[in-house]
């Protein structure tokens, strides 16, 4: 399928995914819900950038609209050159598997796999061989200091251990951009900073990472911060009251 040029917006680190004037609606009976309003945020290269807001805010809405798992009901989203918007469902679930890397708060790793094995996931969806699959994974879990449990049940692993796992998985695939929802919200201060902190050193590899949460304690690891209330992006902090 043919692309168009996406428009330029900002000079400075690479433009790795954009929404320009997107937003997301759903129809109800007869009333229109408006989940994110129309917004315009850029996602950049070597940058923590931390969406911030309420529960219901919008701010998940955002990142499934980068994480190319909805559809804009208004406005454009770009990944690269690559306009979302035209894509079908089959290109975006490969989108998403080539460009993108999934964090989530509940972890989502596949119960009865070992850790080395859910980190293999995603590089044998891709066609890699078990064996080279096998290589990558080692070496992604051996970046999260995780290679001592790589054969352990996630069952067998604490919170911050899983997530760790989680960003293995995630980062395996080497993706451009790593989206985390709510990454650090089941965990302790502790395990939490250990997991800004890999986070934080991605960014630094010059991966675009996104962390959605409330979690105010995680400001001091952003290079950038977006506020979501009530469907709209602000550059301003939401009152405290309502976080």
Not at 85 to 101: H, V
């Amino acid at each position: 399928m043919a692309t168009k040029k996406a428009p330029t917006i900002t000079i400075g680190n690479k433009i790795i995914a954009k929404i320009v004037h997107a937003g997301k609606e759903y129809k109800a009976g007869d009333s229109i819900i408006t989940a994110l309003k129309a917004s315009s945020v850029e996602l950049k290269a070597g940058e923590l950038l931390l969406i911030i807001g309420p529960s219901g805010s919008g701010k998940t809405t955002l990142l499934s609209l980068f994480g190319c798992v909805l559809y804009p009901s208004f406005g454009e989203v770009w990944i690269d050159t690559v306009k979302v918007n035209d894509l079908t469902e089959s290109k975006l679930a490969e989108l998403r598997l080539l460009k993108i890397g999934f964090i989530f708060q509940r972890f989502n790793l596949i119960v009865p796999l070992t850790a080395l094995e859910n980190v293999m996931m995603p590089l044998i969806l891709k066609g890699i061989s078990d064996k080279d699959a096998r290589i990558k994974a080692t070496k992604a879990l051996d970046k999260m200091g995780m290679c001592d449990r790589m054969n352990n049940l996630s069952n067998d692993l604490s919170g911050g251990q899983q997530q760790r796992v989680a960003i293995a998985r995630a980062l395996v695939t080497n993706p451009e951009m790593m989206l985390c929802d709510e990454p650090t919200a089941s965990l302790d201060l502790a395990s939490a900073g250990i997991v800004m902190r890999e986070l934080k050193e991605l960014a630094k590899q010059g991966k675009a990472v996104a962390v959605v949460t409330h979690d105010t304690r995680l400001l001091p690891f952003a290079d950038r911060i977006v506020y979501v209330l009530d469907g709209g992006i602000s550059d301003q902090p939401v009152e405290e009251e309502s976080l």
